[in-house]
């Protein structure tokens, strides 16, 4: 199983950036998936999960701005970020919880993709 995110870049403070991450190869069900980032010199850190039943889940520093949203048909997840702000910049990681078959679930990462936010 794979993780494949895209869309990270350089914004202006105020600015917004959509994240996108795929998850391919042999699937059975993905039962959630959701963004971490990590700024250089701190713990990665939860931004935003979704799961396939529709909830939802924000960290206090994104919640109203970010927006996440899973597709079941399309194994992705997509973060809409809005009014970005220079403490948002790090590095974000995609993050899925999978089953490759009906009794074992795993936990995947995706590669990473910076987002750096100018003041």
């Known amino acids: 199983v794979q993780l494949q995110a895209s869309g990270g870049g350089l914004v202006q403070a105020g600015g917004s950036l959509t994240l996108s991450c795929a998850a391919s190869?042999?699937?059975?069900?993905?039962?959630?998936m959701g963004w971490y980032r990590q700024a250089p010199g701190r713990q990665r850190e939860l931004v935003a999960r979704?799961?396939?039943?529709?909830?939802?889940v924000y960290s206090d520093s994104t919640q109203g701005r970010f927006t996440v949203s899973f597709d079941g048909a399309k194994n992705s997840v997509y973060l809409q970020m809005v009014d970005l702000k220079p403490e948002d910049t790090g590095v974000y990681y995609c993050?899925?919880?999978?089953?490759?078959?009906?009794?074992?679930?795993?936990?995947?990462w995706g590669q990473g993709t910076q987002v750096t936010v100018s003041s």
């Open positions: 993050n899925g919880e999978i089953q490759v078959s009906r009794n074992y679930e795993y936990e995947y």
């Open positions: 190869g042999d699937i059975f069900r993905v039962n959630s």
């Open positions: 979704a799961t396939r039943s529709g909830t939802t």
